[in-house]
């Protein structure tokens, strides 16, 4: 479903040249959970935007089944990320202005009726364990842990057809990150294709395959199914 082919990628830095990704080579079927594990630093957000399409490579290609990603234009870019892809940022990328369930259903804001859209929206933030009287408040009101849970509703609005996660549970405590794990587990049953970069091995054990990123380089850590 998603391939990443020869993927290099590094920042000018004030010293030079950071290299960060050297000749990444991914291949992640549909249905497939994968999780990308490695030291701080070591470019795993980095991966998951170029393989999200959220930023250009240095060189190599990122093929969606056989759409190459950067090879369409920013607005068809655009578009196949609307279309296909969920994601949830490390920093959670809430817009301040809006209300919780506003952020929830603004990636189809303008696609769909809106009734039918803020009933889908409730339906996943009950999922996610947010009480009802939060949906009106603002982002900057919550806790981590909220927004965070807010962030993968958001995620999942479109029914994306792979979900990128960037330490999905970097602000849970143990409850809530077992409930995520435990969603996780039930979206990957559904089919759901994941790519799930974290530092909890509790989260990232459940995925079929766990690689670990390491000056650059790409190694499979352990295999699952
Ligand atoms: N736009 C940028 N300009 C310069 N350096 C950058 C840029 N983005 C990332 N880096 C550097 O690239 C390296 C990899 O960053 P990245 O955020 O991908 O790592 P990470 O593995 O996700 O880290 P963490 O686990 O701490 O979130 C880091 O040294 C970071 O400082």
Same mark, same amino acid.
């Given at each position: 479903?998603?391939?990443?082919? +020869? &993927?290099?990628?590094?920042?000018? &830095?004030?010293?030079?040249?950071?290299?960060? !990704? *050297?000749?990444?080579?991914?291949? =992640?079927? *549909?249905?497939?959970?994968?999780?990308?594990?490695?030291?701080?630093?070591?470019?795993?957000?980095?991966?998951?935007? &170029?393989?999200?399409?959220?930023?250009?490579?240095?060189?190599?290609?990122?093929?969606?089944?056989?759409?190459?990603?950067? @090879? !369409?234009?920013?607005?068809?870019?655009? +578009?196949?990320?609307?279309?296909?892809?969920?994601?949830?940022?490390?920093?959670?990328?809430?817009?301040?202005?809006?209300?919780?369930?506003?952020?929830?259903? #603004?990636?189809?804001?303008?696609?769909?009726?809106?009734?039918?859209?803020?009933?889908?929206?409730?339906? #996943?933030?009950?999922?996610?364990?947010?009480?009802?009287? #939060?949906?009106?408040?603002?982002?900057?009101?919550?806790?981590?842990?909220?927004?965070?849970?807010?962030?993968?509703?958001?995620? !999942? =609005?479109?029914?994306?057809?792979?979900?990128?996660?960037?330490?999905?549970?970097?602000?849970?405590?143990?409850?809530?990150?077992?409930?995520?794990?435990?969603?996780?587990?039930?979206?990957? =049953? @559904?089919?759901?294709?994941?790519?799930?970069?974290?530092?909890?091995?509790?989260?990232?054990?459940?995925?079929?395959?766990?690689?670990? #990123?390491?000056?650059?380089?790409?190694?499979?850590?352990?295999?699952?199914?």
């Amino acid at each position: 479903m998603i391939s990443l082919k +020869n &993927i290099s990628k590094s920042f000018h &830095i004030q010293s030079g040249r950071l290299e960060v !990704l *050297k000749n990444i080579q991914l291949a =992640i079927s *549909k249905g497939e959970w994968v999780s990308i594990v490695g030291p701080s630093g070591s470019g795993k957000s980095t991966l998951l935007h &170029i393989a999200s399409g959220l930023l250009h490579p240095d060189s190599g290609d990122v093929c969606f089944n056989d759409t190459n990603i950067y @090879q !369409l234009t920013e607005r068809q870019r655009s +578009n196949w990320r609307r279309n296909h892809i969920g994601f949830v940022f490390q920093d959670f990328k809430l817009l301040p202005y809006y209300s919780v369930l506003d952020n929830v259903i #603004l990636p189809l804001y303008y696609d769909h009726p809106k009734h039918e859209l803020r009933k889908k929206a409730k339906k #996943l933030l009950h999922m996610m364990g947010i009480d009802e009287s #939060l949906f009106s408040r603002l982002p900057e009101s919550l806790s981590g842990g909220e927004k965070q849970r807010v962030a993968i509703a958001r995620a !999942l =609005i479109a029914n994306p057809d792979v979900l990128f996660c960037d330490e999905p549970t970097g602000n849970l405590d143990h409850e809530n990150r077992n409930h995520i794990v435990q969603l996780f587990c039930q979206l990957h =049953i @559904q089919g759901k294709t994941m790519v799930v970069v974290t530092h909890d091995m509790e989260v990232a054990v459940h995925a079929n395959h766990i690689y670990r #990123l390491v000056n650059g380089m790409l190694a499979r850590a352990e295999v699952r199914i």
